[in-house]
């Protein structure tokens, strides 16, 4: 058998409900890793975060990858090294902050790996979501001159009440359109980032980089931030759990949801 390249959305998808990984997955990933295949971590977190949880899971040396940002920032684990970084245009940004001023929406973005947020956003956004993925986060007083440089994404959050986030991705689609894209990677979270950037991208720039065939590709999601990679990737999976955009776009749906082995059965079923 030829040998594949697999990317693994990580929360819903790798993890469990209890963002950890079941022993069947990590067996699975295992064998694959042993027969040559290549693995790759692609996550909506920022790259500090999604690499630590490469490294916790096993997935973070020799032949292993990480795709950070929704597609923002590829990864070479084994030789410690960034393959491409993007970042939003800084007068997108400024717009896209304005806006969410305006309308009283928490709006963070990154600066090196720290997250960010204005003194008008609510702090305990930040807490809630720093405490999920292991970073730190810090007050600034102005986008245009506290960072140190474009950020691979900007994210939207309201843990409370979905609607006004869909009214924001109404604005940006028509105000910001050639820009920056933007999708949800759950009920809570708007992502945005630079035009042309995504998960999808990311499968592609990565399999050129190795000279893979896309074809030999296989890529695992659950969420709307997942459906580039499924619709990049020569064999694209659904979990059991994903929502409805994934599945209508996969070539496959896992019998087995984030809970039961899913990535397991995909790696069993496609690679193995």
């Known amino acids: 058998m030829e040998k594949k390249i697999l990317f693994l959305d990580l929360d819903g998808t790798l993890l469990n409900d209890q963002k950890e990984i079941t022993p069947g997955n990590r067996e699975a990933m295992d064998l694959a890793l042993a027969q040559g295949h290549r693995i790759v971590a692609a996550s909506g977190r920022p790259l500090k975060s999604t690499l630590a949880q490469a490294r916790r899971l096993g997935i973070g040396g020799a032949g292993c990858y990480v795709v950070a940002y929704n597609g923002g920032s590829i990864y070479d684990c084994s030789q410690g090294r960034t393959i491409r970084q993007s970042g939003l245009k800084p007068e997108a940004l400024y717009r896209l902050c304005g806006e969410a001023r305006r309308r009283n929406l928490y709006i963070q973005t990154y600066d090196r790996e720290d997250v960010v947020i204005e003194p008008r956003c609510r702090k305990g956004n930040a807490i809630r979501y720093c405490a999920a993925i292991g970073l730190d986060w810090r007050v600034i007083g102005d986008v245009r001159r506290d960072l140190s440089g474009p950020p691979a994404k900007a994210l939207l959050i309201d843990y409370q009440d979905r609607r006004p986030l869909e009214e924001m991705e109404r604005w940006l689609r028509k105000e910001l359109a050639e820009e920056a894209d933007c999708f949800f990677s759950s009920r809570y979270f708007l992502e945005v980032v630079p035009a042309g950037t995504n998960k999808g991208s990311a499968v592609t720039e990565l399999c050129r980089h190795l000279g ?31 929502v409805q955009a994934a599945r209508d776009a996969a070539d496959y749906i896992t019998l087995r949801d984030n809970n039961h082995d899913g990535v397991g059965e995909v790696i069993r079923k496609f690679l193995l």
Do not use: S
Request: glycine share 10%; proline share 3%.
């Open 212 to 242: 893979i065939d896309l074809q030999n590709a296989v890529a695992v999601g659950d969420e709307n931030n997942d459906v580039p990679m499924i619709l990049a990737a020569g064999t694209g999976v659904a979990m059991a759990n994903a």
